[in-house]
């Protein structure tokens, strides 16, 4: 069996061309971006934060796969893309000569991510729950035209920076967020993110950690 690396992933074009694609059906749907920007960041994250808790480096290693990988089934359909990039996933890793229980442990984090069905599993899961969950940003808004009828475009416009904080010694992982109110208002945001937000939570206590969330200087949670 053959030891694929995150970098193997980056650099497949049969990945790059799933991701790009699904992205395309998103942008058609209307929905925030989720290519390269979206997973490459997630996989950052997510890495960062199993590295932080001295998770080994083939744990890190697979942690990045399975959030660079964990939307590229919408590219068959938003409905249960979880589930369909969890096969797509199983099929491309295993053509790829990846030993089984890596293309387990990849495929479930995949599987449990999306926020109807997701549950922290394990700690890849959770760390990929954790990273995808919390990349609000305003650069994922692809017209800043819809802000004015959609509230998803309009939370993520209104966020004018984000930043986790991982704080080993208080064992917390901290979602720091500047919202302009102007554009949309603090209850805006868990109108839509609160399902999120609890996911998280559930996520960081896999993890041993403790889920924060700061808006504009305040702890909300």
Known sequence: M??????????????RTYIQQADASLLALGYTEHSFAHVTNCAKVAGEILTALNYSE????????????????????RVNHAQTGAVMAFRILDKMGMPSADVAAIITAIGYHDDDTAFPVN?????????????VRRSRVRNSDTIAFDIHDRVNY???????????VAKTVTLRLTINTDICSVIDYFEIFLNRMLLCRKSADVLGLHFKLNVNGQDLI
Not at 58 to 77: F, P, R, S, T, W
Not at 123 to 135: H, R, T, Y
Not at 158 to 168: H, P, T
């Open 2 to 15: 053959a030891k694929i690396t995150y970098k193997d992933i980056v650099n497949s074009q049969e990945i």
């Open 58 to 77: 083939n744990d890190v290693e697979l942690v990045k796969i399975a959030a660079y990988m964990h939307d590229i089934g919408n590219v068959i359909n």
């Open 123 to 135: 700690a890849i899961a959770a760390a990929v729950i954790l990273a995808d969950k919390i990349d």
């Open 158 to 168: 209104a966020v004018e920076s984000s930043k986790v904080v991982l704080d080993m």
